[in-house]
Nanobody, 114 residues
């Protein structure tokens, strides 16, 4: 049974930083491309950043230069370092496999507000 467990969300002021983590189990993690997605209230779930099994990365235009995705295959964990946060980054953040989106975590809330 595949499980993805996100952590690290919270309340932060504009300009602040957070680091999200996603611990995976039940799959050969190193074989999977992984991604972070986010969903704001009333909006669809959008891709934020992805990292391939080989370590290549790509980002949504809205976060490029501010967010960094990384992975530690020995720890079955994918990370999202988020800097220079703005209120527009407020959403529930999910990790999932890419591109098929078969597996999801429960999400972690990120709220950026002064």
């Amino acid at each position: 049974q595949v499980q993805l467990v996100e952590s690290g969300g919270g309340l932060v002021q504009p300009g602040g930083s957070l680091r999200l983590s996603c611990l995976a189990s039940g799959l050969v993690f190193s074989d999977y491309h992984m991604a972070w997605y986010r969903q704001a209230p009333g909006k669809q779930r959008d891709l934020v950043a992805l990292i391939t099994s080989g370590g290549s990365t790509n980002y949504a235009d809205s976060v490029r230069g501010r967010f960094t995705i990384s992975r530690d295959d020995a720890q079955n964990t994918v990370y999202l370092q988020m800097n220079s946060l703005t209120p527009d980054d407020t959403a529930v953040y999910y990790c999932g496999d890419y591109p098929r989106r078969r597996y999801w975590g429960q999400g972690t809330q990120v709220t950026v507000t002064s």
